[in-house]
Each structure stands twice: as structure tokens, then as C-alpha cells.
């Protein structure tokens, strides 16, 4: 099983462009979540997908757009790329039952923004 | 602000040796995890332990639990170079579906 994939791996942007970080899982699960992950702050939440149709905002949520397409893929969207978006952006999964909520990540994607 | 936070920040011992992490929290929740997370990659889940559990073991690996000073901790027994890495613990709020993470404690075994 390949679990959670992200892509791309890298991505050099510059202040304005758009683009869409993609995140797909093939473990059946029925959440899944992005997370930015900067120096000294550990991981903070953006959004989040409890089930199939549904998107709620995490801790961080400015600047970034989200899109459940189906229950295996999950993307996030930066419509206009600012410098402090700069960060490594992980996707997990989980199954989504409720309690004991054990979350699966995927490799990452390291983003500049310059 | 985090609802956990860590302590060390940053942790080096020799190989052999014992490797303590703790983690407190601000409010209620459903259960404590911790992850592990190797340089440049993804978090890899470890353990979890539940509000009403105190002590939890899996292999090298001792997690306590204190809910009335809303803390826990990690032991790693026996570390190994191959322990190297950064450590993460997140909380499940009571209510709440997502969890939220520690900043973390980076782990580094010398041989």
C-alpha cells in the first residue's frame, strides 16, 4: 500500500502565483487534514475534511482554499502565494471514526515562496 | 496559541542511554498520542494513550499519562542511533475530532 501521497515533493513559487499541493490516500479512510509545519512551531492545522463532502477550517486557515474531490483525494489550493506561506505542508488521513483518531502522513512538500 | 507543548526542545544522549520527553496540555481531552518524525520526512504514529490510562508500553517505548497536571511523558529505553529523530506529541480534544500537536522535541543519539 502506498498509503498517503503528496505531490509535488518541491515547489518554488513567486509572491502572486497560484498552485494546488494534490494528497490522495488508498486506506479507505474517511478524514483527512493538512498541516503546515514551520521552524519552532510544530504542526498547525489548516483544514480539515471529517468525510466526503465536508471541509471545515483548522487553526491557520487565510490564504488557503481547500477541495474534498472524492473520499481518496484531498488537494489544497494557494490562489495568490505570499512569502510567509513558505513552509513544508503535510497531508494525513485518518479513519475517521471518532475517538482514538490515529493520523497517517503523507512525505510532505517543501513550498518557497519568494 | 499550542495546546501542547514540549519539553526539551532538543535532547542528546549517548547510545544505551535512556531518553525522557515530556509534553503538557491545556485542556480536557480524549487521548495523547506521540510521533516520531525522521529528518525530511513524514510523522510516523507511536503510541497513543487514553484519558482514563496512566501507563501504556509498546516495545522500548513507556508512555505516562497525568491528567490532573495535564501532562505525559515519553521514555525511550535502550536508545538506538536509529532513535535520531524528532518527536511529537498531540492531544484529541474532548469534543473534537482533530488533534493538535506539540512543537517538539528533537532526539539525537550519538554512537
Known sequence: NAGVTQTPK????KTGQSMTLQCAQDMNHNSMYWYRQDPGMGLRLIYYSASEGTTDKGEVPNGYNVSRLN???FSLRLE?????QTSVYFCASSDGQGLDEKLFFGSGTQLSVL | SQQGEEDPQALSIQEGENATMNCSYKTSINNLQWYRQNSGRGLVHLILIRSNEREKHSG???V????????????ITASRAADTASYFCATQIQG????VFG????????P
Not at chain 2, 473534537?96 to 488533534?99: C, D, H, S, T, V
Open chain 2, 64 to 75: 505516562t499519562l497525568d491528567t490532573s497536571k495535564k501532562s505525559s511523558s515519553l521514555l
Open chain 2, 60 to 62: 522500548r517505548l513507556r
Open chain 1, 10 to 13: 518541491f515547489q518554488v513559487l
Open chain 1, 80 to 84: 495568490s502565494a505570499a512569502p510567509s
Open chain 1, 71 to 73: 473520499k481518496r483525494e
Open chain 2, 103 to 110: 512543537q517538539g522535541t528533537r532526539l539525537t543519539i550519538n
Open chain 2, 96 to 99: 473534537a475530532q482533530k488533534l
